[in-house]
C-alpha cells in the first residue's frame, strides 16, 4: 500500500469534521451566496470527491459548495467497521448537522443517491432538496441484507483472497476499465490516476468490499426510499452501463415533486462528459424551489 497522503482531489478550502463515532472526515467547500449545495460522490472501488470537481471547476455555481470524501474514501477515515446503508445515511445527517447552515439542498451520484434519500426520510428538516445523478434503486434486486451478501463480504475480507483481489482491482488497467465504462471517449486521465493513488491507500478495501458484496443497496429502495419523499426531487440520468431504471418512470407519475431531465450522451457522470447541460438543469431545478 501507498504511504504517501492523498492529493486534494479539488482547490477548494478544506475542513475536517470529528462526526459522532466517525473521525476524521475531510471536506473540500467554497464559500457563496445562497442555500449551501452538499456534493456526495458514488460508491467504488476507487471514489472520491474527484468525481464532483466539475461542480468546482467547469460550472457558474453561486451558491456555498461542499464536498465530502465519505468514510472509507479519498482523505477520510479508513477504519475496518461495519459499512452500511443506515452508517451512510447518518453521516449524511452528520455532515449537514456540522454544516451548521440551515436545510441544504443534496446532490448525490449513483448508489448514494440511496444514502441520500434516507437521510432525507431520517431528518426531513436537514434537507430542502435533493438532486440524484444517475441513481440505484429503481430495478429489482435480490435482499442485499440476505446471508449470501455477508458469506460474500467474508470470503472477500480473507487475508490473502481480499487483499490480492483489491490488488488486481486497483491497478491502473483495471481502474481505467471501469472508469471507461461511464466515457464515451474514455476516463480523463487525471480521473484514472487520482482513483489509482486513492484505491493505494491504507484501509482502501473496507469500504469498498461492502459495496461489492451488495451490501450497500436497500432492496426495495422504491418503496421504502424514494415513493415515501416528499421534498423536491430531480433526476438527471441518461444511459448508464451499470445502473437500470425499470421504475424510475412510474415513481416520478406517482409524485409532482419528482422531475426527470436526460442529459442526452453520458453514461452515468454528465457532470464531466456534458458540464453545461447538467448546470443548467441544476440551475433550473434550484431556483424553482
Not at 474527484?50 to 453561486?62: G, I, N, Y
Not at 477515515?77 to 445515511?89: Q, T
Not at 426527470?260 to 456534458?274: A, D, H, M, S
Amino acid at each position: 500500500m501507498s504511504t504517501q497522503p492523498l492529493a486534494p482531489a479539488i482547490q477548494a478550502d478544506e475542513v475536517v469534521w470529528s462526526l459522532p463515532g466517525v473521525a476524521p472526515v475531510l471536506c473540500y467547500y467554497r464559500q457563496g451566496e445562497g442555500c449551501p449545495l452538499l456534493l456526495l460522490h458514488s460508491m467504488n472501488a476507487a471514489a472520491s470527491a474527484f468525481e464532483v470537481k466539475p461542480f468546482f471547476d467547469d460550472m457558474a455555481l453561486k451558491q456555498p459548495l461542499y464536498a465530502p470524501d465519505l468514510p472509507g474514501f479519498g482523505r477520510s477515515e479508513r477504519a475496518d467497521r461495519v459499512y452500511s446503508p443506515d452508517f451512510y445515511a447518518q453521516v449524511v445527517v452528520d455532515i449537514i448537522k456540522a454544516m451548521d447552515c440551515g436545510p441544504v439542498d443534496v446532490l448525490a451520484l449513483s448508489t448514494t443517491a440511496e444514502f441520500a434519500a434516507r437521510a432525507a426520510l431520517r431528518d426531513s428538516d436537514l434537507v430542502r432538496s435533493l438532486t440524484l445523478i444517475s441513481p440505484t434503486g429503481f430495478s429489482r434486486r435480490r435482499d442485499s441484507r440476505s446471508p449470501v451478501g455477508a458469506r460474500v463480504h467474508r470470503i472477500l475480507s480473507l487475508p490473502f483472497l481480499g487483499a490480492g483481489l483489491f490488488r488486481a482491482l486497483r491497478t491502473k488497467p483495471s481502474i481505467r476499465f471501469f472508469l471507461d465504462k461511464a466515457f464515451g471517449d474514455g476516463a480523463p486521465e487525471d480521473m484514472v490516476e487520482y482513483a489509482r493513488n486513492s484505491a493505494a491507500q491504507p484501509g482502501a478495501s473496507y469500504a469498498p468490499f461492502y459495496f461489492v458484496s451488495g451490501q450497500l443497496f436497500t432492496p426495495d429502495a422504491v418503496g421504502e426510499l424514494y415513493l415515501p419523499l416528499k421534498l423536491p426531487v430531480s433526476v438527471l440520468y441518461d444511459e448508464d452501463p451499470n445502473i437500470s431504471f425499470d421504475y424510475l418512470e412510474e415513481v416520478a407519475r406517482q409524485g409532482d415533486n419528482w422531475s426527470l431531465v436526460k442529459i442526452p450522451g453520458t453514461l452515468g457522470l454528465p457532470q464531466f462528459e456534458k458540464p453545461s447541460l447538467t448546470e443548467s438543469a441544476l440551475k433550473e431545478f434550484l431556483k424553482n424551489l
